[in-house]
């Protein structure tokens, strides 16, 4: 018999079980489910782990039966297991599908209610916010769904509390709208857990601003990230962030939001837990790993585009807050890069089959 929740899923049920130990995601996709739901909520999982140098979070993808299941799209994916094979999950998101169904959800809806009273937190994506309200887990909770469908539900479920919000946290459940609306909750989900939001705010920065390539300026800044803005927390940031070259002294940048240093230094430690000169020094150095990585630039160059007064300085800076010197990233980013290009190639190119043999001795090309 199960002993309830443990304590740290109690207090934060986004966080899994806590220590070292990674939390683990299941993510049931449903017949017809929305391909672009279900990338949009487990690639932040992944940059969470990628920016942590370290398994935050583990993903398992399930289906009712363990069978392949295939996408609104006609893409089909082949899960990792069964349901009722996963072995214990902290969370669970169910990727619901486009309609939704007019019947056949039984055996989902006493699935999920397994999971509820094993403590597992609970999600749905697009339309998986539907199987949670069937199974009576709604009950109570704010949510929300694809905007197609909330008529459909507030039908079926008129008490239930539904929002137009693109994602709505509320204690042990969460859901979202449709289209890419799951980024910004597991965005908010990392905050939430183990990663915190400084992982978070570097998820946002690659699924936002990464994508759009590297010369634009269309970042989601940590003030976005954070629920706990302020007005003159944004004002400050934004005048850190547009004087990168020659950076402000905290006297002028108090100054002009007619702030007192002090009030400038406590505002930070209150909202971000660090120091506005910690900050800033953070954005300078993620301005120069940009140009450093994305670009040819020399690294002379970037030293003074990012306001640092010489290279040692700058050097010691960014190993300290990378762990790893300027020079050995570049190369490091150098080397993946082609390591990717080879990959991409190899891919492409058709594979030629050995003497006598058949299409099954064909090399298998990774892709």
């Given at each position: ?79 990792d297991?069964?349901a ?51 199974a ?25 509390v ?29 905050g939430?857990?183990?990663?915190g ?33 302020h ?51 953070q ?25 640092f ?17 300027p ?22 190119a ?18």
């Open positions: 018999m199960s002993s309830g929740p443990a304590p740290d899923r109690v207090s934060n049920p986004w966080s899994g079980r806590g220590g070292e130990a990674p939390a683990r995601f299941g993510f049931l996709l449903v017949p017809g489910f929305t391909l672009v739901g279900f990338g949009a909520a487990v690639d932040p999982l992944r940059l969470a782990n990628m920016v942590a140098r370290r398994t935050l979070y583990q993903c398992v993808t399930l289906t009712l039966d363990g069978a392949p299941v295939r996408s609104s799209a006609g893409v089909c994916v082949t899960p297991c069964a009722a094979d996963a072995r214990e999950l902290d969370a669970v998101l169910v990727i619901g599908p486009n309609p939704l169904p007019s019947s056949g959800s039984e055996a989902i809806v006493h699935w999920l209610r397994d999971q509820a009273r094993k403590g597992v937190a609970l999600g749905g994506v697009d339309t998986g916010s539907y199987f949670l309200a069937c009576g887990l709604l009950d109570g909770h704010r949510c929300t769904i694809h905007w197609e469908d909330m008529d459909a539900l507030l039908d079926r479920f008129p008490r239930l539904v929002s137009s919000k693109l994602y709505e946290v509320d204690r042990n459940r969460a859901s979202c709208s449709g289209g890419i609306a799951p980024v910004e909750m597991m965005i908010h989900l990392i939430l857990g183990g990663g939001h400084k992982i978070a705010s570097a998820v946002a920065e690659l699924m936002i601003y990464e994508r759009r390539g590297p010369d634009e300026r269309q970042r989601t800044a940590l003030r976005d990230v954070a629920a706990s803005s007005p003159k927390l944004v004002e400050a940031i934004k005048l850190m962030e547009c004087n990168i070259e020659e950076p402000l002294a905290m006297e002028e940048i108090a100054t002009h939001m007619q702030f007192s240093a002090r009030q400038l230094e406590r505002l930070f430690r209150e909202t971000l837990q660090c120091t506005p000169r910690q900050y800033y020094l954005l300078r150095l993620e301005r120069a790993r940009q140009l450093l990585t994305r670009t040819n630039r020399p690294i002379a160059d970037i030293v003074m585009a990012c306001g007064v010489s290279f040692a300085h700058f050097s010691h800076r960014y190993h300290a807050g990378f762990g790893i010197s020079s050995a990233d570049r190369r490091r980013h150098t080397a993946e890069g082609d390591r990717l290009a080879n990959l991409t190639a190899d891919a492409r058709p594979a030629e089959p050995a003497p006598g043999g058949g299409a099954d001795d064909a090399p298998d090309t990774g892709a």
